[in-house]
């Protein structure tokens, strides 16, 4: 039996109020609404008191630049010289007005340009396709994961370009409902805010009054994450959780030394790709938990890893755990960019030894929604008596590239990953937000890579 997803409820579609408005537009709707079915089976509605979730939302332009190739800067809703640049290249090669602005024929174009590159359908969504996101301000589909698990009040932040003509605020209600529930639907409150970056800053200090008090408050940062961003800052100071995805940094070194510079002035910082991680974690411990195979942990001194060409943050990130479990030092960073990307990394063991790791970044035919996934991993020794010899892979040819490419030594234990069931932002969010707080192992690992990565530097 193929089970259905849950209906979405439209307890009140989204309603167009003045800033001092909202809480009183979502307190009537309580007031106001019972549910009730044409034969009165469906219960009674009531809003969530869970959990606040602020999302910083950027709207599509720069997400799709980026994945077409036409832009690598930060992507922060700021139509600035960069992005028009970027913009007059598209409307160039696709002979329209180069008027350097995101016009409906210049994002049509776009739209056209980032499916065809990711064979993904015919035709973009309305908001923020190139990323994996789905938001749009007049449908919920941006909390659908979170809302079917962990109803809440959502606050939607969308800067965007254009004049700046103040923010526009609208509020709506939707109410999962699911079979087994048979007392109230439980329902999520939309707050949706939009406006320029510089209108959206001037309103900062209203957002903290709008989160519900004595509940845990989670910030989803969807942008280039900047400690200098004021309302970044603002939001920063009042959550329990600042949540990125470096799967889509553009920049990814440079990103995550800052998620490193945050980290260290006490942003409680949660990253979804770590999450991803977590198999491939838990594969390399188990690898090593027999007493015969704990003791030569010490002869680790090759370390390959094998990940999806676009995006080092998943390799990096799993290289600082490995390396924040065993007590390496980084000593050593270069990379050399060509058809394979290649990071060369060396650190000291605790006894002086040298270890080696070497990133590949493997150009792959069909990428997937999430940039950089891990391939393969291969941990090894140059001692040909050492019983280390360890490959991971997620998938048969990524294994047969290690075992030919790794010596005889290297096939010593082979596990394969199985595929994460769900690795969308939306899915793993829903689970982030059963914890909040400071996450220990991943500022570790964090630390190694700002350490690492300020070698090249």
Known sequence: MVSQAPTIYSLQAPKDVSLTEIEAELTQIWQSYGLTGEDGALPAATRATTFTLVVYEPEET???????????????????????????????????????????????????????????????????AAMGYTFSATSPTIADEIALRNPCRIIALCPIAGEDEGVKAQVSAYCPI?????????????????????????????????????????????????????????????????????????????????????????????????????????LTAEAYDPPNRRSSLKDID???????????????????WLASRLQWQPVYYAKESGDYDITTIRFLGLDQRQIEAELAGVPIA????????????????????????????????????METHG????????????????????????????????????????AIIGKTLKLGN
């Open 62 to 128: 720069q997400y799709l630049l980026t994945a077409t190739g036409f832009y690598n800067g930060p992507i922060d809703g700021i139509l600035g010289p960069q992005t028009q640049s970027a913009l007059r290249e598209v409307q160039k090669k696709h002979h329209l007005p180069e008027t350097g602005s995101a016009t409906p024929e210049t994002l049509t174009a776009l739209r056209e340009e980032y499916f065809k590159k990711q064979h993904s359908g015919p035709k973009g969504d309305s908001h923020g």
């Open 407 to 446: 010596g005889a030594q290297s096939a010593g234990l082979f596990q394969q990953v199985s595929s994460l069931s769900e690795q969308k932002a939306e899915a793993l969010l829903s689970q982030q937000v059963q914890r909040w707080g400071r996450e220990a192992l991943f500022e570790e690992s964090l």
């Open 366 to 401: 069909d990428i997937g929604e999430i940039v950089g996934d891990l391939i393969a991993l291969r941990l090894s020794s140059t001692n040909p008596q050492a019983n280390c010899g360890t490959v991971i892979c997620s998938e048969t040819g990524g294994c047969m590239r």
């Open 178 to 282: 699911q079979k087994q529930s048979s007392t109230t639907l439980i329902c999520c409150e939309y707050i949706t805010l939009t406006g320029t970056t510089a209108a959206l800053e001037r309103i900062g200090g209203m957002i903290p009054a709008l989160l519900i008090g004595g509940l845990p408050k989670f910030l989803w940062w969807k942008a280039t994450p900047d400690a200098h961003n004021p309302l970044f800052k603002r939001l920063a100071a009042v959550c329990n959780n600042v949540i990125v995805d470096s799967c889509n940094f553009n920049t990814p070194e440079d990103d995550l030394l800052t998620l490193q510079d945050l980290v260290d002035t006490g942003v409680p910082l949660a990253d979804l790709n770590w999450r991803r991680l977590s198999a491939w974690q838990e």
């Open 302 to 320: 090759r370390v390959t890893i094998d990940y999806e060409k676009g995006n080092p943050s998943q390799a990096l990130l799993f290289l600082g």
